[in-house]
């Protein structure tokens, strides 16, 4: 069955790098999205991405963040500059149109 | 503004008991989708049902039912006879996009946690 991978599982980084999370959406799919869920909350809606270009975003995706689908298989969400409050379950999925299929997610730490 | 409340933090049942979670939306738009996931504790959403807003007929997939009322803005969730596996948090979403071509932006609840005990 096809599935959203995500890499890597889990990364640690220092306050104020740049972190790459990696998306592999289901191959057939148009629409993309990131969603955050901080450890204990529930999941939060950040960007979604349609015909190569952001097509909503949340008040929590600001500057410091940034998506970009760099070939035609990998979705990306780059934050420049890591915050501690940063620390949380990154989550990329994936829809034809209809409901978005989830990857495993990328739980971010940054220390 | 779209809103999904589960007022139940956490349920604990015994194996074999059916428990029934339970999810009030918000929202204005007359064309709109409901869903349920499952969050096992390995992290993983998993999706389990869709159901839009002009199909409120029940629905029923092996141990799992959905009653969806307009009526009452409710869209709630039952596990019949529920097992140690069924042990989750379960999160019901409302597709808030404005975009009508596409259901992936979504407004999740707090979800509840499902402790099932043998």
């Known amino acids: 069955e096809p599935e959203v991978t995500q890499t890597p599982s889990h990364q640690v980084t220092q306050m104020g790098q740049e972190v790459i999370l990696r998306c592999v959406p289901i191959s057939n799919h148009l629409y993309f999205y990131w969603y955050r869920q901080i450890l204990g909350q529930k999941v939060e809606f950040l960007v979604s991405f349609y015909n190569n270009e952001i097509s909503e975003k949340s008040e929590i995706f600001d500057d410091q963040f940034s998506v970009e689908r760099p070939d035609g298989s990998n979705f990306t969400l780059k934050i420049r500059s890591t915050k501690l409050e940063d620390s949380a379950m990154y989550f990329c999925?994936?829809?034809?149109?209809?409901?978005?299929?989830f990857g495993q997610g990328t739980r971010l730490t940054v220390v | 503004a779209q809103k999904v409340t589960q007022a139940q933090t956490e349920i604990s049942v015994v194996e074999k008991e059916d428990v029934t979670l339970d999810c009030v939306y918000e929202?204005?738009?007359?064309?709109?989708?409901l869903f349920w996931y499952k969050q096992p504790p390995s992290g993983e959403l998993v999706f389990l049902i869709r159901?839009?807003?002009?199909?409120?007929q029940n629905e029923i997939s092996g141990r799992y039912s959905w009653n969806f009322q307009k009526s009452t803005s409710s869209f709630n969730f039952t596990i019949t006879a529920s097992q140690v596996v069924d042990s989750a948090v379960y999160f019901c979403a409302l597709s808030v996009t404005t975009k009508t071509d596409s259901w992936g932006k979504l407004q999740f609840g707090a979800g509840t946690q499902v402790v099932v005990t043998p």
């Open positions: 159901r839009n807003s002009f199909d409120e």
């Open positions: 999925a994936s829809s034809e149109g209809g409901e978005a299929f």
């Open positions: 929202t204005r738009d007359t064309t709109y989708y």
